[in-house]
């Protein structure tokens, strides 16, 4: 199965602050990768898919980029709103894996 | 408005089975592949299991492969999985998940129905 190491596991940040997460998948994954927000006690939401396509709805604050094994979820002004996990889910091939997830914390 | 209830989850011990059910409202559900995510306590997601629109094809995590089956009703609107021999690493909280159009994945979720595997 492909492995999808995320980084950080947590993060400290500011509301304003530009955020980075990377995933990296142990494989060549082309663009098949989604990025999802999950809050305490909700659902995760898809905020990305295909690498770089916003999903509807979703403030364009969010960014995905990369292509391959690499892969960087960016949010340019954090909200008060954006403090939650973050997961990265490779869809190339089955078993579909997800990271370990990035805790954005105050 | 689109709707997915999971229903099914209880406490039980190692060894048992338990069928999980996804009631879905509010789009044409055999149009879409549907999927089964779990989250243990604490913990990160777990894709567990996908089905096409049709019922056709289907597939399982490593962790699941030959204990669980995935299948669908189309007639009812409907999502299942049927988990045998659980054990105490199967405990979580699942759920049901929708797939969009194209490369769109898990573009809605249930509430998720918790499933507690203790002796």
């Known amino acids: 199965a492909i492995q999808m190491t995320q980084s950080p596991s947590s993060l400290s940040a500011s509301v304003g602050d530009r955020v980075s997460i990377t995933c990296r998948a142990s494989q060549d994954i082309r663009n098949d990768l989604g990025w999802y927000q999950q809050k305490p006690g909700k659902a995760p939401k898809l905020l990305i898919y295909?690498?770089?396509t916003l999903q509807s709805g979703v403030p364009s604050r969010f960014s995905g980029s990369g292509s391959g094994t690499d892969f960087t979820l960016t949010i340019s002004s954090l909200q008060p709103e954006d403090f939650a996990t973050y997961y990265c889910l490779q869809d190339y091939n089955y078993p579909w894996t997800f990271g370990h997830g990035t805790k954005v914390e105050v | 408005e689109v709707q997915l209830v999971e229903s099914g989850g209880v406490g039980l011990q190692p060894g048992r089975s338990l069928r999980l059910s996804c009631a879905a409202s509010g789009f044409t559900f055999d149009d879409y592949t549907m999927h089964w995510v779990r989250q243990a306590p604490g913990k990160g997601l777990e894709w567990v299991s996908l089905i096409s629109w049709d019922g056709s094809n289907t597939y399982y995590a490593d962790s699941v492969k030959g204990r669980f089956t995935i299948s669908r009703d189309n007639s009812k609107n409907s999502l299942y999985l049927q988990m045998n021999s659980l054990t105490t690493e199967d405990t979580a909280l699942y759920y049901c998940a929708k797939s969009g159009n194209g490369y769109i994945h898990f573009d809605y979720w249930g509430q998720g129905t918790l499933v507690t595997v203790s002796s």
């Open positions: 295909a690498a770089s």
